[in-house]
């Protein structure tokens, strides 16, 4: 018998050419396709972006970091909470490798809105200041709760107070300790200092390990903390009367408040019962109208709030259709004033949907096509006609309902709305569609479906939801209509929006926490927050899925901008979901104005892209590719990326 032991190996090789993926189609997401057959440029995880250009002055990317917001408003009952403003004794560095920590008892149970560093910025220090609330965990920080920050353009070489507002608006217990946080971003340099104090009630701490240890400084710092009332928005209207005098209306806990566009704001009603689900507006004749379920129709001509005369009482909804103000009142009855008469309401003006004892009650309703269109939960009816002689109910082809009144949008061709079940439906007058396929997973995981807001904006569609176990909205996905695309939203605690549509059509956000406004669609933080934009392919197996490759070379295509900082670019083999992630430079080159000396060599302007090497390394069957960034004004433009994939023998 002959032996083999002495045989030479025989080499692996390649049984293919290097093969190039070169992808510029990075669409939205795709919650219920394999991976295998994901159609071309969707993706199964993407969080906070967007896709193509929607402004005359965006860059033409396929994928982009999604628009934040800034504060309109000072929350509602924002008070001077927890503070040490004892006297000063000296500078506490602030860098990107140092976070200090000091620990502060709230002084009430209640929103935190706010804090405010004495803070100031030493020559040559760059980048945004990260200012954090966290948990104590035995002493030292644990869980962030909140996150904001204090923009490097607000800091000067002077000391001043300087605020950072917490869009998450977390809820504090009165007397329990928690941390504030505050280092540099990590695409900063140099140092910032806040002002330094000796009192011992509260050491601080800092951490140059990334939080992995402590140590004690045995010194503290200036802070102020801000808490605000801890209930969310639950109703809004924007008001446009004939004298031009344009207000945001809006309703928390038993109050109705008026918004001007400066973002100051007025009490208009305290009379409303506090224990209210919602509170639902109508705007007619230079008049808002609200309900609750609960008590009298109230409403307010620009100067006066009072009862609405006649109205019935405990109305649940409101609308104004064809010249008439309508309420529903014990479920599936419908009450309507006279003719441009909004104080007289006949005892004849009446009809049910469907009928009177029916177990299906009203859930919203909207004026369409010419027409009133009635949501129950099972199911929608048409109203057709003008006064009691000619209104006709049909019940519409379309076989499902809704889940609320504010879960349902309307332009002039489509009225989009979530059914129980979860799914979103377009409804054109005849039939629905449902549009949200690919988001099933996300959406029938919603366990309280009666906080879901729906809201048209710019041709998207905004669904506001509670991402369990959140019990107030915190997440919202959007739908491009015309790309039949979805995205979603996280880290924003926001219930809903409306537009300003006689205005600059301007995006307004409420929180679903305090009662506090934001402008949308602003700059790239929330309120100072970072984003935290990712993107994700599909798992490619370049060939048969038998067969083991390596990526030889990967190259990421980027637009630059402003800001240089780094991203995460790395990948995932075969479902593993423990992701090679690399530092990846997003910057353009050149120099920045004042930073350099004629003749010194220094090369004067940037590069608009960028498409670096990124090292990759291992083998796998299946591959996908991850992007990620997470920080405050440091937008992501992802034009695609080219990859050069070497296929082994199939096995």
Excluded: C
Aim: charged share 25%.
């Amino acid at each position: 018998m002959r032996s083999s032991f002495g045989r030479p190996q025989r080499k692996i090789v390649a049984t293919t050419e290097p093969k190039m993926d070169e992808t510029y189609d990075l669409r939205g997401l795709n919650l219920i396709a394999p991976d295998q057959i994901m159609p071309k440029g969707e993706t199964p995880y993407t969080i906070n972006s967007r896709m193509y250009a929607r402004n005359d002055n965006d860059s033409r990317v396929a994928n982009r970091t999604r628009m934040g917001s800034s504060r309109l408003t000072t929350a509602i009952g924002e008070t001077l909470s927890t503070e040490n403003v004892t006297t000063g004794t000296g500078d506490l560095a602030v860098t990107t490798d140092r976070i200090i920590a000091q620990p502060f008892d709230a002084g009430s149970s209640n929103a935190l809105t706010r804090i405010d560093l004495e803070i100031k910025r030493e020559a040559g220090a760059t980048g945004h200041v990260i200012v954090e609330i966290a948990a104590d965990n035995g002493g030292v920080p644990g869980a962030v709760i909140a996150e904001s920050s204090i923009l490097s353009s607000a800091i000067t070489t002077s000391y001043q107070y300087l605020p950072a507002y917490f869009m998450d608006a977390p809820s504090v217990t009165s007397g329990q300790q928690y941390w504030v946080l505050v280092y540099t971003q990590d695409n900063g340099s140099g140092q910032y200092s806040v002002r330094q104090t000796a009192d011992a009630g509260a050491l601080d701490l800092d951490s140059v390990d990334d939080r992995v240890s402590w140590t004690s400084l045995g010194v503290s710092f200036r802070f102020k903390s801000y808490l605000a009332d801890n209930n969310g928005v639950k109703g809004w209207q924007r008001r446009y009367p004939s004298n031009g005098v344009n207000r945001t209306l809006f309703a928390a806990a038993g109050d109705v408040y008026s918004a001007h566009d400066d973002g100051t704001v007025d009490t208009l009603d305290s009379t409303l019962n506090s224990g209210s689900a919602a509170v639902r507006f109508a705007f007619v004749d230079d008049k808002s109208i609200w309900v609750n379920g609960i008590n009298a129709p109230r409403w307010y001509d620009g100067s006066a709030v009072s009862n609405l005369t006649n109205a019935p009482l405990a109305a649940s909804h409101v609308i104004i259709h064809q010249g008439r103000a309508m309420f529903v009142t014990d479920k599936t009855l419908v009450r309507f004033s006279e003719l441009y008469d909004f104080t007289t309401y006949p005892s004849v003006n009446f009809f049910y949907v469907p009928d009177p004892k029916n177990s299906d009650p009203i859930t919203g309703w909207r004026s369409f096509q010419d027409n009133l269109v009635i949501w129950t939960h099972e199911t929608k009816h048409i109203v057709y006609g003008s006064d009691i002689s000619s209104f006709t109910r049909k019940e519409a082809i379309g076989t499902k309902g809704a889940v609320s009144d504010e879960a349902i949008a309307v332009d002039k061709n489509l009225a989009y709305f979530m059914a129980d079940d979860g799914t979103v439906n377009a409804f054109n007058g005849i039939s629905d569609k449902d549009i949200s396929g690919k988001m099933e997973p996300e959406f029938s995981s919603i366990v309280d479906k009666s906080k879901v807001r729906l809201h048209l904006y710019r041709n998207q569609l905004r669904v506001y939801y509670p991402k369990a176990p959140s019990a107030y909205n915190n997440r919202m996905a959007l739908y491009d209509i015309a790309t039949d695309q979805w995205f979603m939203d996280t880290g924003r605690n926001i219930t809903g929006s409306l537009e300003w549509t006689q205005d600059d059509n301007e995006l307004i956000e409420f929180s679903s926490v305090s009662p506090w406004l934001f402008t949308g669609e602003q700059g790239y933080s929330d309120a100072g927050k970072a984003i935290d934009w990712k993107y994700w392919t599909n798992y490619k197996t370049y060939g048969s899925g038998a067969s083991k490759k390596r990526v030889k070379r990967f190259r990421p295509v980027l637009r630059t901008v402003d800001a240089n900082y780094t991203m995460l670019v790395g990948k995932d083999m075969d479902f593993a979901n423990r992701p090679d992630m690399r530092e990846y430079i997003v910057s353009g080159g050149g120099a920045k104005w004042g930073s350099f000396v004629w003749g010194d060599g220094t090369k004067y302007g940037r590069n608009r892209m960028i498409d670096e090497k990124s090292a990759m390394s291992g083998r796998g069957r299946h591959i996908q590719y991850r992007f990620e960034r997470k920080g405050v004004e440091t937008p992501v433009e992802l034009y695609g990326y080219i990859a050069q994939v070497k296929e082994g023998r199939p096995k």
